[in-house]
């Protein structure tokens, strides 16, 4: 029901306009109703779940059920929470001055049922909008249970000369003040199990205890919770009785594929637009990023039951662009573009945001990001030239031989990091098997990329060990495999 909510102030104007409760479950429900049958999008900017977690979550509000989202770090949880408000009711009604939202044709606490008595029909009306009507706690171990449902105000009681015996000293928690509300805690597991022992009766009966006053307030709440599953091994768990008292338990994933992580990165990347207008980013360069992060998820290095975060590819993206932006600002050009050696500067965001077993630690996380580069470039090299097998028979000719052939006559190739665009385009002209490579299998490629491929060449024939590639101060300098040892001797 649609009601003008800037002429109703007083619970006489309300009566009259047909107002009638409704509990949170079913506000969502029935909005949901509505945008289903209209075939709108329900929770928009949430990409790969369109076909899994999406339809189990609208299930779930469907069956007015509480709800837990259990997954890995970075997958989306809090922001599917947060996008359950656009579900609500535009605006509400609730009793002016009351702490726990008061609906004014059913009122709970003492206050609104007291003011109601003494003015009537003349009760003043607030308006509660939707964006109002969410709470989040994010579960820690120092949360106690007066933080969550309340506990005696000493100094209330003081104040207004009240016996302790007065249900009037009670400071309602952040779930009472929650009331016709959703309401959030993150990361369950974190929360102790007594506290969470003090969730059962408002889940399930609707009442609450505090300091030995047992209040029949039936709360109207729409909770939704959100675990991580390596927590319930390593930090705590969900007691038993609580997961009962869950309705629905939705788990959610990683994008599946590179198109839908791009997507994820393009929307969340916090980008400067000067970053945006100055530095150009490769298709190519786009898709390797996001390899990273499938390479990560699957590495014998990194702790799969902690996960790999959908932030990681973000915050390199983000390093990413200003790696190029810093070289451009050094070199003094207008724009640039990034380069395959600009994917150095990715590294501190990845380090930061892997979790490695005990392989991994031996490496070392700078060894760790690198060798997930490499392989990244290792599996995006097969979608745009011919594939190198690890065993090849004697004397068998490949699409690479003359360019490893040049390397081996030559004394190396280096591209340094300061290069301008003019020279390290230059650089990359000069090899002339590697110019003819790429004319013979990606004669279509778009020419503001074909130095991003030609550079994709050489570090795919290091990951397949046609080339060395050694790092030093300045850049890169790539070699032919066996040079080095000849020279030597």
């Not at 319930?232 to 994933?253: A, C, E, F």
């Not at 004319?439 to 074909?450: L, R, Y």
Request: glycine letters at 6%.
């Amino acid at each position: 029901m649609s009601l003008n909510h800037n002429k109703i102030t007083t619970l006489a104007q309300l009566k009259a306009a047909g107002y009638k409760s409704k509990s949170i479950k079913d506000e969502l429900r029935d909005n949901l109703r509505e945008k289903i049958k209209k075939g709108e999008e329900t929770f928009t900017g949430v990409w790969g779940y369109e076909n899994s977690v999406i339809p189990e979550l609208e299930r779930a509000i469907l069956s007015r059920h509480n709800i837990n989202l259990l997954g890995l770090r970075g997958q989306a949880k809090t922001r599917l929470a947060r996008l359950m408000v656009n579900l609500l009711d535009e605006y509400i009604p609730v009793v002016s001055g009351s702490e726990i939202n008061d609906d004014p044709l059913q009122p709970m606490s003492r206050y609104a049922s007291e003011l109601i008595k003494e003015k009537g029909d003349k009760t003043p009306i607030s308006w509660l909008h939707r964006s109002e009507r969410f709470a989040e706690k994010l579960a820690t171990p120092d949360v106690t249970v007066a933080d969550l449902i309340g506990d005696v105000d000493p100094i209330k009681a003081a104040n207004l000369k009240l016996s302790y015996a007065d249900d009037r000293v009670i400071h309602f928690g952040m779930i009472p003040r929650a009331n016709r509300c959703i309401f959030v805690i993150n990361e369950l597991p974190d929360l102790q199990a007594r506290i969470q022992v003090s969730l059962f009766n408002i889940l399930e009966e609707g009442d609450i205890q505090i300091r030995g006053f047992k209040l029949r307030l039936p709360l109207d709440i729409q909770f939704v919770f959100t675990a991580n599953p390596e927590d319930y091994t390593n930090r705590g768990s969900i007691v038993t009785p609580l997961k009962d008292r869950i309705g629905s338990q939705i788990l959610t994933h990683y994008p599946k594929s590179v198109e839908i992580a791009r997507k994820i990165t393009a929307q969340e990347a916090d980008l400067d637009e000067r970053q945006s207008e100055s530095v150009y980013i490769p298709d190519m360069a786009k898709d390797l990023l996001e390899q990273i992060g499938f390479e990560a998820r699957n590495s014998e290095y990194v702790d799969a039951k902690s996960g790999v975060s959908a932030r990681t590819s973000i915050t390199a993206y983000e390093n990413l662009l200003s790696t190029a932006e810093r070289r451009a600002l050094q070199t003094g050009a207008e724009n640039t573009m990034v380069r395959l050696s600009d994917f150095l500067g990715v590294i501190p965001a990845i380090t930061g945001k892997i979790e490695l077993v005990y392989e991994g630690e031996q490496e070392g996380a700078d060894g760790v990001a690198e060798i997930l580069i490499d392989d990244a470039v290792k599996s995006l090299f097969p979608n745009y030239f011919p594939k190198i097998n690890k065993l090849e028979k004697k004397d068998a000719i490949t699409p690479y031989d003359e360019l490893v052939s040049w390397f081996f006559q030559g004394e190396g190739f280096e591209l340094l990091d300061d290069f301008t665009d003019e020279e390290y385009k230059r650089a990359l002209d000069s090899i002339p098997p590697l110019n003819q490579l790429i004319k013979e299998h990606q004669p279509d490629f778009a020419k503001e990329d074909v130095y991003f491929l030609k550079e994709l060449v050489l570090w795919g024939l290091v990951s397949y060990n046609k080339l060395s590639k050694n790092r030093f101060s300045e850049g890169y300098q790539f070699k032919d495999l066996y040079g080095s040892f000849i020279s030597g001797l």
